[in-house]
């Protein structure tokens, strides 16, 4: 029996890719350890770093089961450590974020906006 098949065909003739050394000279960090450090530091979490999770429902989105008591974890640096419980999500999200009393924010102050005609409108008559 003759085999219907034909071997594949290679288009090109494919060259293997030569590791080619750096020289001695970009060998030397391009960058300072001073500069790496601060850039490794701002992707870094925050140390003190508040987050909720679902008791019992660790991995579950913290949007869902609202009802549900919270834990409330602060970041250490290494590892998340637990530091309180909120009764729900409503008041895990006021723990995490920081919001006393009406809905204010504690620390942040807002800031003051100035009172400016827009580009859309006409400019007055001058006198």
Known sequence: MGSTCRPLRRVGRQEPVAWV????????DEESLADWAERRQKRLRPIG???????GHEHAPAHLYQ????AILRWDGYQWIAESVADNYAAAQR???GV???GVIRGV???LRKARAGRHRKPGPTA
């Open 95 to 97: 723990l995490v974020h």
């Open 49 to 55: 770093q508040l987050k909720a999770v679902i008791i």
């Open 100 to 102: 006393e009393g009406g």
């Open 67 to 70: 009802d549900l008591p919270r």
């Open 109 to 111: 102050p807002l800031p």
């Open 21 to 28: 050394p750096r020289s001695k000279e970009a060998r030397v």
